[in-house]
């Protein structure tokens, strides 16, 4: 009994399904805290809480990854600044100007956009039908932003959130791709080392940023918010999703990307009280029928791989 939990637990599809809902909640609250700080300040607060976790779970592995850590530090300095200061500030920043909803179903050109990168920079092989199911999930993503009217994307354009969020997937698909250089630490000490990048980087901005608006403001009604961030979207996101790509690859684990914004969508409705309607629902259908097309024809080609 012990042993099937155990394997559930460890399945990647599971962990490829929690790290959206993770990062689907930090949207949401992203759009809580700007109300409290800006996106530099929050990204911040993030991380200062993050290390510590991190830091403190991770202390057992860091002494014997530290050669490896040491090696690689240019490596995991740019994942790091990539994945989780470019990618964070441009979506806190976004969330300045558009909805939560927007931000969290804008994430779904992931998949497209590091299916893309592996195709130009690798020659990765990618499969007629893989690329119908990112289609199929894009529309699902596209029915759910605009109410179900696409003409609205014609219409009116983007607004400059939804502009800064493209800039957020360029980051975490760039991010992603390079996991494929991902020194051999544990994964614990590979999370801090990133949140330690962070940190750093973080460091000089938040000093400019103290100069003009002071240092930002935690008492008992928003540190809720950063405990959030630090916990889930900052610590366990970021593991379940290295650990997931590392099991089936970047084209088939940042396809479940995807439910990014389904999470965010039904978190938005839960939390911020916005009413959920059939367009969510057709939404939803699509983004995991889409994410069920491609993950299988890369299971049905391994398949004919293995015989083979």
């Known amino acids: 009994m012990s042993d099937t939990r155990n394997n559930t637990l460890s399945s990647p599809y599971l962990l490829l399904a929690l790290a959206p809902l993770f990062w689907g909640g930090n949207a949401v609250v992203g759009k809580l805290a700007i109300t409290e700080w800006n996106a530099i300040e929050f990204t911040f607060l993030r991380w200062v809480f993050a290390v510590a976790l991190i830091g403190f779970m991770a202390r057992a592995h860091l002494k014997k990854d530290w050669p490896a850590i040491r090696e690689n530090w240019w490596k995991l300095a740019l994942m790091g600044g990539f994945g989780f200061v470019g990618f964070n500030l441009c979506l806190y920043g976004a969330l300045h100007y558009t909805s939560a909803i927007n931000v969290s179903i804008e994430q779904a050109a992931i998949p497209v956009v590091i299916m893309l990168l592996n195709r130009v920079l690798f020659s990765q092989q990618v499969f007629g039908l893989q690329v119908l199911g990112v289609v199929i999930a894009t529309i699902g993503v596209i029915i759910t932003v605009t109410q179900g009217n696409p003409a ?18 360029v ?4 991010y992603s791709v390079s996991l494929r250089w991902r020194p051999e630490i544990h994964d614990l000490s590979f999370i801090f080392s990133l949140a330690v990048v962070s940190l750093t980087v973080l460091l000089p901005l938040i000093a400019w940023n103290a100069q003009s608006r002071g240092l930002p403001e935690i008492n008992a009604d928003n540190v809720l918010l950063i405990i959030y961030v630090a916990i889930f979207p900052s610590f366990l996101a970021q593991l379940f999703y290295a650990k997931g790509v590392a099991r089936i690859g970047a084209n088939r684990g940042g396809i479940f990307i995807n439910l990014v914004p389904i999470f965010g969508a039904l978190l938005a409705v839960l939390v911020l009280g916005e009413e959920f309607k059939i367009y969510h629902l057709v939404g939803l259908t699509l983004v995991l029928a889409g994410i069920g097309l491609a993950e299988w024809i890369v299971r049905q080609h391994n398949k004919k791989q293995g015989a083979g």
């Open 152 to 169: 609205m994307l014609l219409n009116e354009g983007l607004n400059r959130g939804d502009a800064i969020m493209i800039i957020a997937i």
């Open 171 to 174: 980051f975490y698909s760039a």
